[in-house]
Structures are given as C-alpha cells and as structure tokens.
C-alpha cells in the first residue's frame, strides 16, 4: 500500500544504509549518573553487529552499506531524511 509512510524498504527506495555500534543506547540511569551493564562486552557484541552488517550487504549491496569501526570512539555527522532512529 504506497499510502503508508513504512509501506516501502530501503531497498525498495534504493536507498543506503549506515550501521553503527552504539552501546550507550542501553544506558539506565543510577541516580544521574549512567549504567552500561545492560550492554554486552565487545567480545560478545562484535560477532552479533558483524552478523547484521554482513545481512544488510547481502540484501542491499557492499556498496550501500557503511559503517564506522566497532568499538572505536567515532565522531558521526548525518542529517535525518525523517523523524527515525532505528534501535535493533
């Protein structure tokens, strides 16, 4: 149904996709301060975002699909084409 905003994927659009570990989407607070301990250890991680990002080039293309480099502090500019933020 091409009236519906999700009615189409990425592929279907043609368009890229950018992958990027982010473990701080799993913060909790403890007071103000935050707590991590909800995310996996690197080591545990690793082979779970490498799996994804492998899919991804498989359904859309190497060439579609960027990502930075796991673990690593990363400084990313983007600008949103829409109001999402996908947490897998």
């Known amino acids: 149904d091409g009236t519906k905003a999700w009615a189409s994927s990425a ?4 368009f890229s996709v950018m992958v990027v ?4 989407l799993f913060a909790t607070f403890k ?3 935050p707590n ?6 690197g080591d545990e991680a690793e082979p779970i975002y490498e799996a994804f990002v492998s899919s991804c080039r498989e359904v859309l ?3 579609m699909v960027a990502t930075g480099e796991f673990g690593a502090m990363m400084q990313v500019d983007l600008c949103n084409d829409g109001p999402v933020t996908v947490e897998l």
């Open 21 to 24: 570990s982010q473990f701080t």
């Open 11 to 14: 592929r279907d659009n043609g």
């Open 61 to 63: 293309g190497d060439e």
């Open 36 to 41: 991590f301990n909800r995310a996996l250890p």
């Open 31 to 33: 007071g103000l301060k």
